[in-house]
């Protein structure tokens, strides 16, 4: 179920590189920049989440981090 919409997202990245790429080129580089890295990022959670079997969600793990943190009734 969710390896479809995972490879609609890489489709999607792609299609936005090819199409942008040249605004991307004109903008200020920490525009730029910044674009590039929240296209990486997104990229490698994909390459992750499809390569491996077991897969850690960051939000679980946080949510036992933050439980340890805060006051609980």
Same mark, same amino acid.
């Given at each position: 179920? &969710?390896?479809? /919409?995972? =490879?609609?997202? /890489?489709?999607? *990245? &792609?299609? *936005? @590189? *090819?199409?942008? =790429? ?11 920049? /910044? ?9 490698? !959670?994909?390459?992750? *989440? #499809? $390569? /491996?079997?077991? $897969?850690?969600?960051? #939000?679980?793990?946080? !949510?036992?981090?933050?439980?340890? @943190?805060?006051? @609980?009734?």
């Amino acid at each position: 179920m &969710i390896k479809p /919409l995972l =490879f609609t997202y /890489l489709a999607m *990245v &792609i299609g *936005v @590189l *090819v199409m942008d =790429f040249r605004h991307l080129k004109q903008a200020a580089p920490i525009n730029r920049w /910044l674009s590039y890295g929240l296209i990486a990022i997104g990229i490698a !959670s994909w390459l992750y *989440v #499809t $390569t /491996l079997n077991k $897969t850690i969600y960051i #939000t679980l793990w946080m !949510s036992h981090v933050i439980q340890r @943190l805060l006051p @609980l009734p």
